[in-house]
């Protein structure tokens, strides 16, 4: 018989899994983090979208988007142009590449989560969260720099393709 300790990490490790799963699908599929899939549906919902709003949307720092635009960039999924009346501003527009992942990509893990969780009352809303903050502060993890991304390993790096 387990214990309910055994039985919280049984959960904790079937999220973990299926995070796992899901990323290595996208990249599989797509070549793509969860995370760069995010900034190309960020630009391509944004007209003339600049990198300090794409940041904000995407709820990550300028620094990680800025490295998730360069790595976007190299693949041919995004172009960078300056603006004709202010040089220093700079947009971030799709390709047709670009246009094509966006319309070839699964669904979201995080998409499927957040359809689920809308739809719990929202005393149970607040009951999730506050159970998640407390297993993060159990595991030490209070103090990490997330965003509302579930990925596995680095934000801008794809998953293994095993």
């Known amino acids: 018989m387990l214990n309910k300790s055994d039985l919280a990490l049984i959960a904790l490790r079937k999220i973990l899994r299926v995070t ?10 797509s070549g793509l983090t969860p995370s760069q899939l995010i900034i190309l549906q ?16 995407a709820t990550l ?3 990680t988007v800025t490295s998730l635009i360069d790595k976007l960039e190299r693949q041919g999924m995004v172009n960078r142009r300056r603006d004709t009346e202010d040089r220093r501003r700079v947009f971030v527009d799709l390709t047709d590449k670009g246009r094509e992942a966006l319309a070839g990509a699964p669904d979201l893990l995080q998409e499927r ?3 689920g969780f809308s739809k719990l009352p929202e005393w149970e809303q ?3 969260i506050s159970a998640l903050e407390r297993v993060a502060s159990m595991l030490g993890a209070e103090d990490i720099d997330a965003a509302p991304v579930l990925d596995v390993g680095a934000i801008d790096k794809p998953a293994r393709r095993d």
């Open 20 to 29: 796992e799963q899901k990323s290595r699908a996208l990249a599989n599929q």
């Open 42 to 57: 960020i630009i391509g919902k944004l007209e003339n979208a600049v990198p300090s709003v794409i940041a904000r949307e």
């Open 61 to 63: 720092t300028q620094a």
């Open 113 to 115: 989560f957040q359809s």
């Open 126 to 128: 607040f009951f999730l």
